[in-house]
């Protein structure tokens, strides 16, 4: 059993170096069982609580009506915090719905954004592939049916981070100790760069937190995840919507997809379709009828596709029907689940 540095202070992680970092362990831990990976780990659970511009866990507002996250801050505290649900409801519904309430009390925001993929190709420790530095990806001539339905990367796998997915929803930003705050989908890039891994952020660089800007005033937010059994699944496709109206007109509009693609995704295709127009039943068919031209499946993906537009149908009808609970600026209970 390998020994870990029992480390108190952020600078002393950053400083130590071999093996992988570990927050919650929810994804090291599985992957250290099945010999993917052997350690040893740098464990950020017992790290301090404050470092630099702020803590790792919990929430600190920010000037005009922002939000700073610590990466160490669990997913169901995410989910239950009553300012996260009430300003940046897609995000609190997206965490609420991740995995089983275990997991989520274990799970860490550092650790759900910089997790690795699902493939049981990658998962086998006994089969080469492209995300442990071989040459070839088996699921492409495999069982790849859970693949990619968007994107031409050499690996099929799709990314596994909801919270990543709805954090491109709300426009968020990441802080990597000892460097400027970045977006978070600078974290990720296109896909294309994605080979070894899951994330662009260099080893030993620690991600400290999220920084989310304030919300849109009187937006509405849903979130919907497309699985093959109705509780601890991972979702096939999931989307997170934010829309925000003038009557009945969209005056602002978010939308992000996971599940599809070797990253999460932006539709900037469907916020364009729906800004400046009626959120009538047509114009949200056809503004989510725009992933469709996104979409490269491949032999076994094929369903992803139409699972694609109906789920983000789905978050945008949901995010265009009227709050039914007063003094919430989102998800409805349905949502929240």
């Not at 130590?16 to 929810?26: D, M, N, Q, S, V």
């Not at 890039?189 to 800007?213: E, K, N, S, Y």
């Not at 070797?262 to 469907?270: A, G, Q």
């Amino acid at each position: 059993m390998s020994t870990e540095p029992d480390l108190t202070d952020l600078s002393e992680a950053v400083r130590a170096r071999g093996g992988e970092l570990r927050a919650g362990g929810t994804d090291t831990t599985a992957r250290q069982r099945s010999g993917v990976s052997p350690g040893p780990f740098t464990d950020l659970s017992r790290v301090g609580g404050a470092d630099g511009a702020g803590g790792l866990r919990g929430t600190t507002a920010l000037r005009g009506g922002g939000l700073r996250i610590g990466a160490l801050t669990t997913l169901a505290a995410l989910a239950g915090d009553p300012t996260i649900r009430e300003g940046w409801p897609g995000l609190a519904a997206s965490a609420a719905a991740a995995a089983t309430p275990q997991i989520r009390a274990a799970g860490t925001l550092g650790g759900n954004l910089l997790q690795r993929n699902r493939c049981c190709y990658y998962r086998n420790p006994h089969v080469a592939c492209f995300q442990k530095g071989a040459a070839g990806c088996p699921a492409r001539d495999g069982d790849h049916h859970f693949g990619v339905v968007s994107g031409d990367g050499l690996c099929v796998a799709p990314h596994p981070s909801t919270l990543a997915m709805a954090l491109l929803a709300h426009d968020a930003q990441a802080e990597v100790h000892g460097e400027s705050p970045r977006a978070v989908a600078d974290l990720y890039g296109d896909g294309r760069g994605l080979h070894h891994t899951d994330h662009l952020l260099p080893p030993h660089r620690v991600l400290t937190a999220v920084r989310l800007p304030a919300p849109v005033p009187g937006e509405r937010a849903a979130y919907h995840r497309a699985t093959s059994r109705a509780h601890a699944e991972w979702p096939l496709v999931e989307a997170t919507a934010r829309l925000a109206f003038d009557g009945a007109t969209v005056t602002h509009a978010a939308v992000a997809a996971g599940g599809v693609a070797r990253v999460p995704l932006r539709l900037p295709e469907v916020e364009a379709a729906l800004l400046g127009r009626e959120a009538t039943p047509e114009a949200l068919a056809a503004a989510a009828a725009t992933v469709l031209d996104r979409c490269r499946p491949l032999p076994q993906t094929g369903y992803k596709a139409t699972l694609f537009r109906d789920t983000v149908l789905e978050v945008l009808e949901r995010a265009a029907a009227p709050t039914p609970t007063p003094g919430r600026s989102g998800a409805g209970p349905g949502d929240a689940r």
